[in-house]
């Protein structure tokens, strides 16, 4: 049964969507990074290369007792081997990422490039052209590899971490109508697919309400492109609190120029009174959602090692914390009638 069959939930409406870094099964001391890596091999080729030599001399000085040439080789040869594959899963996972940066690069350039020719001066300097190789602190963790080192919320520690996402309603219900995991640290790639989790059964979003971390101009223009739906995603940082501004009554600012810019236009519909007021409705939607998950149920770390895995266990998660929210929406409507077990012949 879904919840809007028990009047609870509306077929469309807004959404909240937010993610939250979720410590992994997996310790940050247990991965190596892309120039250590690098390091390792060549000093443990080095070390293979002078047991190859002692052992080819027949009056070389023996080893510690216990100890077998040939066994030390192959263990450093194993380490190596290991190291290998720890380097080409960055370099792919690189490759992966450049490749969406490359094309956002591009598509920045192209707007600046037909402002210059329409004679406007594009506001800014040129973007950097994506790098050509990993960097040096990228890395990989031997105990759960999908796994990453994440930056952990507003602290400045980095945990080995996974990066769930929810989509909740944001028109009173507080129910969690779509969740994924994803292991980018950075959510500018995930605003359109943690939307797409949403089953249109249940939610056909009208708004999608998210703060800065979401916000890039191809993510909102791939979610609006229904025509159907608008995005209120802040451009900028936002605090917790109202200014003293806020508190002052007025009428909305003037909008943008149609020539300008999407992220311009972000700007000043998240500056309107109604703007305001959705961005206001995510901070009481999805936040406490995620308090409640952390605290109150007590979810602070994965269980479950491997990206497929992790799904199945956020995807509990979140059912369990529905299942609490559901009670509470509608009590004793959710439970079956007395004496339906009476009715069952077993």
Known sequence: MFPSELGELKKVGAISV???KIHANASKHAAVSYQRANQMIEHLQLEVDALVQKAEEADSAPLDDGLSIPEEIARRQDRIAKLDKAKIIIEERF??????KQADYEAKMKVREDQRRGGKKPRGQDP????????DKAQYNFTDPDSRIMKAGKSQ????????QAAVDAEGSYLILGQRVTNNGNDKRELKPTVESVDPRIRKPSEVLADSGY???EAVKDVEADGRTTVYAAVDKHHHGRTVED????????PPDESAGLTE??????RTKRGKGRYKLRKQTVEPVFGIIKEAMGFRQFRLRGSPKVELEWTLVTLAYNMRRMFKLVGE?????????????F
């Open 215 to 217: 916000f890039a101009e």
């Open 265 to 270: 236009k972000m700007r000043w519909r998240l």
């Open 157 to 164: 520690a980095f945990e080995q971490s996974y990066n769930p």
């Open 18 to 20: 937010d993610g939250s």
């Open 128 to 135: 950097n052209p994506p790098a050509q190789k990993p960097e």
């Open 95 to 100: 490759e992966e990422a450049r490749k969406v």
């Open 333 to 345: 409507k959710a439970l079956p009638p007395s004496g339906w077990l009476q009715s069952y012949d």
């Open 247 to 254: 508190l002052q009554k007025g009428t909305d600012p003037e």
